[in-house]
């Protein structure tokens, strides 16, 4: 196999793995009942926008992941990456199945460090690896307002 086929088949498994373990951990923690009651903030999205802008950024994650995969699998910036992913997936967990308010809260401040973390680390090295995690940083800094507001109007 060539190196350029090479690369080609881990893009597609980097996305298809972020895309399909994100589908994955969305089926199996669905918001349900428990969250349909909680009071919401009037800057709460309507429920259809978060599987297309999740959809969108598991894309960007994955090919970003590729790119540093590709340079280093063992650097930091691969750390942080799998790092930002496991918080990621965890936050679900916490959040719609254990109901952990602000054990959500403080997964959620780690993944937006992390997330931070991989861009400052990826700047210099892979510029358009960190610009593709700008809309996703935008995404949890706006979560993180939104999980916050949801344990404070929900005591």
Known sequence: MSQTSRSTVTLIAFV??????????GMSNPPGDWYANLNKPPFNPPAWVFAPAWTIL???IGIAGWRVFM??????????WVAQMALNWAWSLAWFTLHWRWGSV???????????????TTWRRDRLAALLFAPYLAWVSF?????????????
């Open 16 to 25: 298809a793995g972020v895309l399909g373990v994100g589908i994955y951990i």
């Open 71 to 80: 340079q280093d699998r063992h650097g930091p910036e691969m750390k942080l």
């Open 58 to 60: 598991y894309i960007l």
């Open 143 to 155: 979560a993180t307002l939104l999980n916050v507001s949801l344990v404070l109007l929900n005591p």
């Open 106 to 120: 403080a997964i959620v401040l780690a993944l937006w460090a992390a997330i931070a973390g991989f861009i400052a």
